[in-house]
């Protein structure tokens, strides 16, 4: 079993900056792609960015999201730079090896002025 941890949500305006935190726990190993999605009120969940434990990453936006991760750690980021309000969702933790698939809680988001 793993479970995964976020931190580092909240209020941000526009233009702003917020790094995520996904601490993993249990039985996790490099072989997982860790990733990070986002579910707004009313929409469905929709991919953020994932990273390979070999660092091979994918983003639905290189520009302002970047995802890293610190596998003696077990934790994975998202740094989110230049934040709109339609950034403003919960942010989920993802943790994916072969068919086995593990989410977190959720970190709130909030982009507002």
């Known amino acids: 079993q793993v479970q995964l941890v976020e931190s580092g949500g909240g209020l941000v305006q526009p233009g702003g900056s917020l790094r995520l935190s996904c601490e993993a726990s249990g039985n996790i190993h490099s072989g997982y792609i860790m990733g990070w999605y986002r579910q707004a009120p009313g929409k469905q969940r929709e991919f953020v960015a994932s990273?390979?434990?070999?660092?091979v990453i994918s983003s639905a936006d290189y520009v302002r999201f970047t995802i890293s991760r610190d596998n003696a750690k077990n934790t994975v980021y998202l740094q989110m730079n230049s934040l709109k309000p339609e950034d403003t969702a919960v942010y989920l933790c993802?943790?994916?090896?072969?068919?086995?698939?593990?989410w977190g809680q959720g970190t709130q988001v909030t982009v507002s002025s």
């Open positions: 993802n943790a994916q090896y072969t068919f086995y698939s593990h």
């Open positions: 990273i390979t434990g070999d660092g």
